[in-house]
């Protein structure tokens, strides 16, 4: 089956620097993606990762070690607005059907 | 716009009854799911849809059902069976050979029964 960890809570300060990690374990392997969730709003797509290595938009990067079968989600210049709860995800395509799995959920409280 | 919604946005019932959530895109994605969020916890998938007419049980789909009559309209029915109802509930589609595991979510809607 797939399992994915990570943390429940992380807690910055405002322009710090903050890394989400989350290690997986997956019975076949079609990428890393994560999530950024606001309270009480929808999931919305950050970033994908299907190589190793690091990729970088903005101020989010995420990197991948398929080997560790680990990967992080990197928050640069943190704002007040990046207060949310951040969840990565592995693609399942058991039985010949295409999902996702989630992990539970990292909730970063960025502080003044 | 594209974009997926969900009504209503909250929803109230009473325990023992049916209730049906409504999920619509107009993305054109062939692929439609439905997942229930608890209060400080993760996704958990309830039922997909890869194609019309067609449709496969999540982790968690006792007391649910749903239909899939249409390409762009998923809706699911919370039954009486189901022991714990309150919850978020979030609808998301995505193509079906999504590169980038990207699904897009509609807004959820909050079920409470009383």
């Known amino acids: 089956g797939q399992s994915l960890e990570q943390p429940s809570e992380v807690t910055a300060v405002e322009g710090a620097i903050v890394q989400i990690n989350c290690t997986y374990q997956?019975?076949?392997?079609?990428?890393l993606s994560w999530y950024q969730q606001h309270d009480g709003g929808a999931p919305t797509f950050l970033s994908y990762n299907a190589l190793d290595g690091l990729e970088e938009t903005g101020r989010f990067s995420s990197f991948l070690s398929r080997s560790d079968s680990y990967g992080y989600l990197l928050l640069q210049e943190l704002q007040m607005k990046d207060s949310a709860s951040y969840f990565c995800?592995?693609?399942?395509?058991?039985?010949?059907?295409?999902?996702?799995?989630f992990g539970a959920g990292t909730r970063l409280a960025v502080h003044p | 716009d594209g974009g997926i919604t969900q009504s209503p946005k909250y929803l109230f019932r009473k325990e023992g009854q049916n209730v049906t959530l409504s999920c619509e895109q107009n993305?054109?994605?062939?692929?439609m799911y439905w997942y229930r969020q608890d209060p400080g916890q993760g996704l958990r998938l309830i039922y997909y849809s890869q194609i019309v007419n067609d449709f496969q049980k999540g982790d968690i789909a006792e007391g649910y059902s749903v239909s899939r009559e249409k390409k762009e309209s998923f809706p699911l029915t919370v039954t009486s069976a189901q022991k714990n109802p309150t919850a978020f509930y979030l609808c998301?589609?995505?193509?079906?050979?999504?590169?980038?595991?990207?699904?897009?979510f509609g807004p959820g809607t909050r079920l409470t029964v009383l």
């Open positions: 998301a589609s995505s193509l079906r050979e999504s590169s980038y595991n990207e699904q897009f």
């Open positions: 997956t019975s076949g392997f079609y990428g």
């Open positions: 995800a592995v693609r399942d395509r058991s039985g010949g059907y295409n999902k996702l799995i």
């Open positions: 993305l054109n994605h062939d692929a």
